[in-house]
């Protein structure tokens, strides 16, 4: 097996299979976890192998088999298995302090000034940051953050939003089972229609789909016989993540903003899943010119140490000491990782790139949509695009067992890529945005002979 050479991330010629899928190692080591581990593990369902290591954009099973990553930890890890610049910020941190409160170190300094260099719009010199550990986390507080400023208790979430299943977040989550299973309701939780092009209403122009959306939220927030108590923010994806990878027509975000300028709504914006390079700009709202007033910070922030931020304007700081604690919060690994990430990431030869791949990306999945039946969409920016999985195109029913087909012959064959959607009926790209060339291309390669193979069977 040839290894990756200094400047080769991943290694090469992958995928390469030595094994039965899964092997024997991993088979032992999965028995192992059913017996000790929580039977609520989700992902060992349909990634049945135990992980040696990663480099790049590859992965190595316990048992020598070498995987194409298209699934980065679930969009994770935008730099990919141990970049260089992050292995060396992390270990130059390690060798000072790993763990300490809100006391600063330099990590803590270099990741504050780092991230205020890249922010959006105004909020540049004029945000305050919050350390967080999770998307949820993070999630959390700024809808906290936003019923503190607003004085006001209702928060307005979309259908196919997905902000986190942890504490009360969950109800700003759109898929009702999540609550079912941690115990809380949706209270003080409201959800518009998010516009999602394929599968809007066909009663509704495509040009006109924003502004259908917008009105519904005006009536919600303005008609004293909505039903909606006083509205004290709206939390949005600029472009859906676990919803299906849903990229909304261009005018809602700045509808949007206008909207909550008219009636003083705090607008966070989650950029959990949209940010840190993935979209081919450094966060998805600048597309669009759009600023919040709050915004939500994680996944590949902490280049897989769990850290998150909340960045929010300089006049919501109004907070009680201890508005929002958690003892490891702002852990200076990950500190120091973020840096280096984001130093890496704000390039701009960097985010051309990642812009220009994903175009040839999305022309390639057209291609496949072109040639099928079962491919009904295809949709994203940069690195966060998605392909729609339709048992026919004429009726656009959901092809959810068709999808969860393709993941596992693709696993199967060696390339990880995972789904999403309203009916889990999206495949979905998340591939690390180093990805060398040659892996992206052999990755389509195997994505589209199992799409042909998944459509003749079908």
Known sequence: MSMQTPSRLSIENAPILKTKVPGPKSMEFLDIQDTLETSSRSYTNFFKFAIDYGKGSTLVDVDGNVFIDWFGGVSVLNLGHGHPAVMQAIRTQLEKITHITEVPTEARIRYLKTLNSVLPGKMKDNSKIMMTVTGADAC??????????????????????????????????????????AGFS???YVYAPYPYPYRFSKKTKKEDISKEVVERIEDMIGDPY??????????VEPIQGEGGYIVPPDDFLPMLRETCDNHSIPLIIDEVQSGIGRTGKMWASEYLNVTPDIMCISKSIGGGIPI?????????????????????????????????????VKDEKFLERVRSKGRYLLDRF??????????G?????????????????????PGTELTGNIREALFRKGLLMHTC????????????????????????SIFEETIRKTEVRS
């Open 366 to 375: 057209q291609e496949i949509k072109d040639q099928t039946e079962i491919v």
């Open 377 to 397: 969409d295809v949709r994203g920016r940069g690195y966060m695009a998605a392909a729609e999985i339709v048992n026919s195109r004429n009726d656009k029913t």
């Open 308 to 344: 998150s931020s909340v960045v929010y304007r300089k006049d919501f700081d109004q907070v009680p000491k201890a508005f929002h604690l958690g003892t490891y919060r702002g852990n200076p690994l990950g500190l120091a990782a973020g840096a280096a990430i984001l130093d890496v």
């Open 186 to 188: 949706s209270q003080n």
């Open 226 to 235: 909505s039903g909606i108590p006083p509205v004290g923010g709206i939390i």
């Open 421 to 444: 959607g309203h009916y889990g009926n999206a495949m979905r790209f998340m591939a690390p945005l180093t990805i060398e060339d040659d892996l992206l291309d052999k990755g389509l």
């Open 140 to 181: 959390e507080a700024a809808v906290s953050l936003a019923r503190f400023n607003s004085k006001k208790p209702t928060i307005i979430s979309f259908t196919g939003s997905y902000h986190g299943i942890a504490g009360g977040i969950v109800g700003a989550t759109s898929n009702y089972h999540y609550r079912d299973y």
